[in-house]
């Protein structure tokens, strides 16, 4: 059985945002706050993060994660990155360094935000022991294998995932502001598909709410998921509205196949 675990569902500035008093931002209900958008793939032998953010370590103490065996990075951007120096915790223990996988530009972008992750000779209790890996073919780990394919979003390379295990096929794309027919290749046959949804007004960098509900629904998988979605988008609101198999993701939610 593998679990999927949304660590975070929240655009770049999280939900609530700094300075907003919409009514979604001031909602205590659980299912309008949102992190910083990430997945925790696990199962017998194997717990994989996708993206680390800057609330990683509040998704890990709060999703009680105790070891990582690898990181995927879908892009440079903070809102998925700016967790690495809290990966110290969880390469102390280990005798290789955590792979972290992702794009060329994202990694040569990680080596100036986090030098000393790329030159220390003594990774340390200071210093998360990590391997910067390309990420340019499949990556399998025990029975989970992890393929991304470009998706654009502003004009950073960006990456999709797709996700294969035993019980299904899982589909996740954090940020993008379109897919073309080659990334819809890659997302064909799947179980699960999570997708990105800004708000309700056109961005350059990513979809709007209804742009994503529309290509989730010719993406068809049998749950679809949105996520990376900020305070305009308001649970209670929307939920109600969408047929079953679509679902607006809150931070917390855990799904099993
Ligand atoms: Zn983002
Ligand atoms: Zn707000
Ligand atoms: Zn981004």
């Known amino acids: 059985m593998t ?12 939900v609530p945002m700094l300075g907003c ?3 979604v931002c001031r909602d205590a209900d659980p299912r309008n706050q949102r992190l910083r958008a990430s997945i925790l793939l696990s199962d017998d032998t194997h717990s994989i993060l996708i993206d680390v953010g800057p ?9 009680k994660i105790r070891e990582l065996d690898a990181v995927f990075v879908t892009h440079q951007h903070s809102d998925h990155t700016m967790g ?4 110290r915790c969880f390469t102390w223990a280990r005798e290789s360094p955590l792979p972290v996988w992702a794009d060329s530009d994202t990694r040569e972008r990680l080596c100036v935000v986090y030098p000393y992750v790329c030159t220390s000779r003594s990774p340390g209790q200071a210093v998360p022991l990590v391997e910067f890996k390309s990420w340019t073919q499949p990556v399998s780990l025990g029975n989970m294998r992890f393929s991304s394919f470009p998706v654009p979003h502003g004009d950073l390379p960006c990456y999709g995932v797709r996700i294969d295990t035993p019980g299904g096929r899982i589909g996740y794309v954090p940020d993008c502001s379109d897919l073309s027919p080659q990334a819809l290749n890659h997302l064909e046959g799947l179980d699960i598909m999570i997708l990105n949804a800004l708000r309700d007004t056109p961005h350059p960098a990513h979809l709007t709410f209804d742009r994503s509900r529309e ?9 679809s998921f949105f996520t990376h979605m900020g305070c305009a988008l308001d649970y209670h609101h929307l939920q109600p509205t969408l047929p079953e198999g679509l679902e607006l993701a809150w931070d917390g939610l855990e799904v099993e196949l």
């Open 3 to 14: 679990r999927l675990l949304f660590l975070g569902t929240g655009w770049s500035h999280g």
């Open 84 to 87: 690495l120096d809290d990966l």
């Open 55 to 63: 609330d990683f370590r509040q998704q890990a103490l709060r999703a």
């Open 215 to 223: 290509y989730l629904e010719a993406i068809g998988a049998k749950r």
């Open 21 to 23: 008093d919409c009514p």
